[in-house]
């Protein structure tokens, strides 16, 4: 059983930036990677960015409509990954969720497939 908890949402401005946090508990090294994901009203769920992590290889992916805008890192010793989110658009506003799985390939784990722990979200809000 693995637990995850995501924190650092809130309110900013376009062109903000906001850092989440999505701390791990629990058997974590039954699992190989986290990967943020979001829901935005009346939309689908989308794929954000991935990481390889619990010792894993640090290699990361993203959703093409965040790179360069988005990072995904990790704090392997508090079993915690960040997703920083800088020069926010309107557009980003959504429920973002981390959760746990076993990741192979970009379009799998940004898919949604193999992740078996979800988080409950953080609200992200990005006003004009």
């Known amino acids: 059983e693995v637990q995850l908890v995501e924190s650092g949402g809130g309110s900013v401005q376009a062109g903000g930036s906001l850092n989440l946090s999505c701390t791990a508990s629990?058997?974590?090294?039954?699992?190989?990677?986290i990967v943020w994901f979001r829901q935005a009203p009346g939309k689908e769920r989308e794929g954000v960015a991935a990481?390889?992590?619990?010792?894993?290889?640090?290699?990361?992916y993203y959703a093409d409509f965040v790179k360069g805008r988005f990072t995904i890192s990790e704090d392997y010793a508090k079993n915690t990954v960040y997703l920083q989110m800088n020069n926010m658009e309107p557009k980003d506003t959504a429920m973002y969720y981390c959760?746990?799985?076993?990741?192979?390939?970009?379009?799998?784990?940004?898919?949604?497939?193999?992740?078996?722990?979800w988080g409950k979200g953080t609200l992200v809000t990005i006003s004009s």
């Open positions: 959760a746990a799985g076993i990741c192979s390939t970009a379009t799998q784990s940004l898919g949604g497939g193999g992740m078996d722990y």
């Open positions: 629990g058997y974590v090294y039954s699992m190989n990677c």
């Open positions: 990481i390889y992590t619990f010792a894993g290889s640090g290699t990361t």
